[in-house]
């Protein structure tokens, strides 16, 4: 995903620091919105046709972590270091899945 600079970032004239467009597979930014159309099965079996929920949590956080450079406060530090916890738990998910050979499959 590519944000842009916080100094360059006026809330006023957008709602999100991303550059217009898609930036990842089934999320997409305009200067008022953001779209997510979630994943419609299993990778492996349909292939991919919009993010998972990984996605959004990254998104989320790293929207938040261009406001808190802006304008940086406990809470917002907080709200970034549990979006980042629960990515790693994603990840150990998605891994242990891997592991059982059943990711990205309806099982």
């Known amino acids: 995903m590519k944000t842009m600079d ?3 970032f ?7 620091p991303f550059e217009n467009g898609e930036i990842i597979p089934g999320v997409k930014v305009t200067s008022a919105s953001v779209e997510f159309r979630g994943q419609r ?3 492996k079996e349909v292939g991919v046709n919009g993010c ?11 929207t938040i972590e261009v406001f808190n450079k802006k304008i940086p406060c406990r809470e917002n530090s907080i709200a ?3 979006l ?3 990515e790693l738990w994603l990840l150990q998910r998605k891994l242990d899945r891997e592991e059982l050979g059943v990711e990205g499959k309806s099982k």
């Open 80 to 82: 970034i270091t549990k």
């Open 52 to 62: 998972q929920i990984d996605d959004m949590i990254k998104f989320a956080r790293m």
């Open 41 to 43: 099965g299993p990778i």
């Open 6 to 8: 916080p100094v360059k």
């Open 84 to 86: 980042q916890e629960a």
């Open 10 to 16: 006026d809330p006023d004239c957008r709602s999100y």
